[in-house]
């Protein structure tokens, strides 16, 4: 099993399912000729050609909406948007489209394609390009979603999406591109659907995802090495749909539940989980559930205003350290 | 176009006009729910253009005015009938409703409701045939309003700079909704709009079906033979407001009879009678015969279907039993 990158992992998917299937596509700014911003396309246009890697117009609605087109007549389209904060633009064509185009049609017409946005807060931004999207995604139906921790999610969460024949939305995020990690080096396929228990434990379970995911472990050394807490760690890598019966199961195994999310709290995973937890296993709990979230705000450029903004393994330390009274 | 071909289109614009007209009466009668676009004025729009291409071959797709251009691509006009219904048996299954009409296998790609929405997805179908190497090309109808959208704009410069194969029809019937096209739009001759983008473009009648399709021969050829996008507008008029929730208070008498005067059925029947190949005896018939088969066929499948089962609320939301959704396993 080799270490690589997350962007060497997303980019090894590419290559091998366009290798695979000549209907394979893919689609977004820079990422042809420049090779992608965050090189998950690096050497695809001088293999594949200009048909097949296509450099697209800053136009996030019209070329969203051009792969789904094209899906409908079974092409595989993998789309990057460059940032999250300009699929806000895009949100017309994978909503009203995409995402429902087969319920419309009684099932005649589908748009299998992959939409791959890095998303999150990288290093000031600022407000319009810091975004967390994907509690809106989430909440669409019609619209899987899923988000990579670590570089093999990110290869074998890429490798199913583009197979599976709904339209699917890869959460990726700014600073995660260059985190090393093992990727098997056989084909792997991940589920779309389903969480991951990242660490074992028995206290308290912190429900994490993406970038948050690495803030839970963090926090759950510090609890076991400083306050003698041993935490269980989930990966929700998809969010859409939730896992249920894992969620439910893990609360059963620890009675409580800290969700741990990058995003404003309103309407977000964390309240999600939540309900989920209330409905599945609310007389399984010993504490209150907590989520740990970002502040109401846009982001703020001022580096201090921003760290403060989001939260991190201290806070994820403090929250659980307040739940069990130690 | 010979004789023959004009009777059968005669017979066919009259089809859409007394579907449109008894799905009015449905409404009326609450059958039918929701929203609903009727085409009344504009058959010679569909039906030239589609005549002029390859109906069930070529890929069209359209806005929420769309139960002629699916009826015209091969759709059964009983399952859309019943789709309007709300049946298990219509063309969605009960689950579009009238603006989301669907026929794949006759390559009708659907109806949108957002307005400009099917911009791009011609072009994504256009994109997908031009990869496959097939001859087929993309039809995208839509409306003079449609064209304020950033899709129309979008979807123009990308066609153009990737030569798709996709013909844009622009059906101008004056409107947008109930806003009059020159309060709403800077330049009213619509084919003008795409010579920015390096587009051929044209403006016909779209009252005579014979210019329509004359001018639809030329992009169609055009567009199949390889040499990138065309634009078509259509110049026509709906004789109904917007939607049946729309009064249609905004526009004059005299406008209304200036179009009546031009109505592209009657203007094909009075040239099929005075070259002598009807007489108005035929056309009473055929018109009879027509109403007959809405109403004994079309009607009556439509009131006999049963509704889908709320069991399967849920179906058709997510692919069922994909294997790639548990890592290719199960």
């Given at each position: 099993m080799a270490e690589i990158m997350y962007w060497e992992a997303i980019r090894r998917a590419h290559d091998e399912e366009m290798e695979r299937d000549p209907l394979v596509i893919c689609m977004g700014e820079d990422i042809g000729v420049a090779g992608g911003t965050y090189k998950a396309t690096k050497g695809l246009y001088e293999k594949y050609g200009a048909e097949r890697v296509i450099d697209t117009p800053i136009s996030e609605n019209g070329y969203t909406g051009v792969g789904i087109g094209a899906s409908f007549l079974g092409v595989r389209p993998i789309i990057e948007i460059m940032s999250v904060n300009f699929a806000w633009l895009a949100m017309d064509q994978l909503f009203n489209s995409a995402a429902k185009v087969r319920y419309m049609s009684g099932g005649q017409v589908s748009a299998p394609l992959v939409v791959r946005s890095a998303g999150g807060t990288a290093h000031q931004l600022g407000a319009q390009h810091s975004a967390r999207m994907e509690k809106v995604f989430m909440g669409i139906a019609g619209l899987r979603v899923v988000t990579p921790s670590n570089p093999r999610q990110a290869y074998g969460l890429l490798k199913s999406a583009v197979r599976c024949n709904d339209p699917v939305y890869i959460n990726e995020h700014e600073l995660m591109y260059n985190m090393k990690g093992e990727v098997p080096d056989g084909e792997y396929f991940h589920p779309l659907e389903g969480s991951e228990v990242a660490r074992e434990g028995s206290d308290v379970t912190l429900f994490g995802y993406n970038i948050s995911l690495h803030w839970c472990l963090q926090a759950a050394q510090t609890l076991a090495q400083e306050h003698g807490i041993n935490a269980e760690v989930v990966d929700l890598y998809a969010l859409a749909p939730l896992d249920r019966a894992g969620i439910a199961a893990t609360v059963r195994k620890t009675h409580r539940a800290v969700i741990v999310e990058e995003?404003?709290?309103?309407?977000?995973?964390?309240?999600?989980?939540m309900a989920i937890i209330n409905e599945e296993c609310f007389f399984e709990l010993d504490a209150a559930p907590v989520r740990v979230s970002a502040a109401n705000v846009p982001m703020p450029y001022n580096h201090k205003l921003e760290k403060a903004a989001i939260p991190n393994a201290a806070d994820v330390v403090a929250a659980v350290r307040k739940m069990l009274g130690k | 176009m010979n004789v023959a071909d004009k009777k059968r289109l005669l017979r066919e614009m009259l089809f859409a006009r007394r579907f449109e007209e008894r799905c009015y009466e449905a409404y009326v009668e609450r059958k039918i729910g929701g929203f609903l676009h009727l085409y009344p004025g504009q058959e010679a729009c569909c039906h030239g253009v589609l005549e002029a291409a390859r109906p069930g071959q070529d890929y069209v797709i359209t806005g929420y005015r769309d139960h002629v251009h699916a009826i015209k691509c091969g759709a059964d006009p009983k399952e859309v009938m019943a789709e309007l219904y709300a049946k298990e048996t219509g063309s969605s299954k009960g689950r579009g409703g009238s603006m989301h009409i669907f026929a794949a296998e006759h390559h009708f790609m659907g109806g949108y409701a957002l307005v400009g929405g099917p911009f791009p997805l011609a072009a994504g179908m256009a994109k997908a045939i031009k990869m496959k190497g097939g001859d087929e090309i993309a039809i995208c109808f839509l409306g003079d309003a449609a064209n304020n959208q950033g899709t129309f704009h979008e979807s123009l410069n990308m066609a153009k700079l990737w030569e798709l194969p996709v013909l844009y029809v622009c059906e101008n019937n004056l409107y947008g909704i109930g806003t009059r096209i020159d309060r709403s739009t800077a330049v009213i001759d619509q084919y003008k709009r795409v010579s920015g983008y390096n587009i051929p473009s044209?403006?016909?009648?779209?009252?005579?079906?014979?210019?329509?399709?004359?001018?639809?021969?030329?992009?169609?050829?055009?567009?199949?033979?390889?040499?990138?996008?065309?634009?078509?507008?259509?110049?026509?008029?709906?004789?109904?407001?917007?939607?049946?929730?729309?009064s249609n208070a905004y526009r004059s008498k005299k406008e209304e009879r200036m179009w009546s005067e031009r109505d592209p059925i009657i203007l094909l029947r009075d040239r099929l009678i005075k070259a002598g190949e009807i007489s108005k005896d035929d056309y009473k018939a055929m018109d009879t015969e027509i109403l007959d088969s809405i109403e004994n066929e079309v009607i009556a499948f439509a009131e006999s279907s049963p509704e889908p089962r709320v069991e399967e609320l849920e179906k058709y939301v997510l692919a069922e039993n994909d294997p790639w959704v548990y890592g290719g396993g199960r």
């Amino acid at each position: 099993m080799a270490e690589i990158m997350y962007w060497e992992a997303i980019r090894r998917a590419h290559d091998e399912e366009m290798e695979r299937d000549p209907l394979v596509i893919c689609m977004g700014e820079d990422i042809g000729v420049a090779g992608g911003t965050y090189k998950a396309t690096k050497g695809l246009y001088e293999k594949y050609g200009a048909e097949r890697v296509i450099d697209t117009p800053i136009s996030e609605n019209g070329y969203t909406g051009v792969g789904i087109g094209a899906s409908f007549l079974g092409v595989r389209p993998i789309i990057e948007i460059m940032s999250v904060n300009f699929a806000w633009l895009a949100m017309d064509q994978l909503f009203n489209s995409a995402a429902k185009v087969r319920y419309m049609s009684g099932g005649q017409v589908s748009a299998p394609l992959v939409v791959r946005s890095a998303g999150g807060t990288a290093h000031q931004l600022g407000a319009q390009h810091s975004a967390r999207m994907e509690k809106v995604f989430m909440g669409i139906a019609g619209l899987r979603v899923v988000t990579p921790s670590n570089p093999r999610q990110a290869y074998g969460l890429l490798k199913s999406a583009v197979r599976c024949n709904d339209p699917v939305y890869i959460n990726e995020h700014e600073l995660m591109y260059n985190m090393k990690g093992e990727v098997p080096d056989g084909e792997y396929f991940h589920p779309l659907e389903g969480s991951e228990v990242a660490r074992e434990g028995s206290d308290v379970t912190l429900f994490g995802y993406n970038i948050s995911l690495h803030w839970c472990l963090q926090a759950a050394q510090t609890l076991a090495q400083e306050h003698g807490i041993n935490a269980e760690v989930v990966d929700l890598y998809a969010l859409a749909p939730l896992d249920r019966a894992g969620i439910a199961a893990t609360v059963r195994k620890t009675h409580r539940a800290v969700i741990v999310e990058e995003a404003e709290p309103a309407v977000g995973v964390g309240a999600e989980v939540m309900a989920i937890i209330n409905e599945e296993c609310f007389f399984e709990l010993d504490a209150a559930p907590v989520r740990v979230s970002a502040a109401n705000v846009p982001m703020p450029y001022n580096h201090k205003l921003e760290k403060a903004a989001i939260p991190n393994a201290a806070d994820v330390v403090a929250a659980v350290r307040k739940m069990l009274g130690k | 176009m010979n004789v023959a071909d004009k009777k059968r289109l005669l017979r066919e614009m009259l089809f859409a006009r007394r579907f449109e007209e008894r799905c009015y009466e449905a409404y009326v009668e609450r059958k039918i729910g929701g929203f609903l676009h009727l085409y009344p004025g504009q058959e010679a729009c569909c039906h030239g253009v589609l005549e002029a291409a390859r109906p069930g071959q070529d890929y069209v797709i359209t806005g929420y005015r769309d139960h002629v251009h699916a009826i015209k691509c091969g759709a059964d006009p009983k399952e859309v009938m019943a789709e309007l219904y709300a049946k298990e048996t219509g063309s969605s299954k009960g689950r579009g409703g009238s603006m989301h009409i669907f026929a794949a296998e006759h390559h009708f790609m659907g109806g949108y409701a957002l307005v400009g929405g099917p911009f791009p997805l011609a072009a994504g179908m256009a994109k997908a045939i031009k990869m496959k190497g097939g001859d087929e090309i993309a039809i995208c109808f839509l409306g003079d309003a449609a064209n304020n959208q950033g899709t129309f704009h979008e979807s123009l410069n990308m066609a153009k700079l990737w030569e798709l194969p996709v013909l844009y029809v622009c059906e101008n019937n004056l409107y947008g909704i109930g806003t009059r096209i020159d309060r709403s739009t800077a330049v009213i001759d619509q084919y003008k709009r795409v010579s920015g983008y390096n587009i051929p473009s044209a403006q016909e009648d779209g009252q005579d079906i014979e210019k329509v399709f004359a001018a639809a021969k030329k992009a169609v050829d055009h567009v199949r033979s390889g040499k990138g996008p065309y634009f078509l507008e259509l110049m026509t008029y709906r004789y109904r407001g917007h939607s049946m929730s729309d009064s249609n208070a905004y526009r004059s008498k005299k406008e209304e009879r200036m179009w009546s005067e031009r109505d592209p059925i009657i203007l094909l029947r009075d040239r099929l009678i005075k070259a002598g190949e009807i007489s108005k005896d035929d056309y009473k018939a055929m018109d009879t015969e027509i109403l007959d088969s809405i109403e004994n066929e079309v009607i009556a499948f439509a009131e006999s279907s049963p509704e889908p089962r709320v069991e399967e609320l849920e179906k058709y939301v997510l692919a069922e039993n994909d294997p790639w959704v548990y890592g290719g396993g199960r």
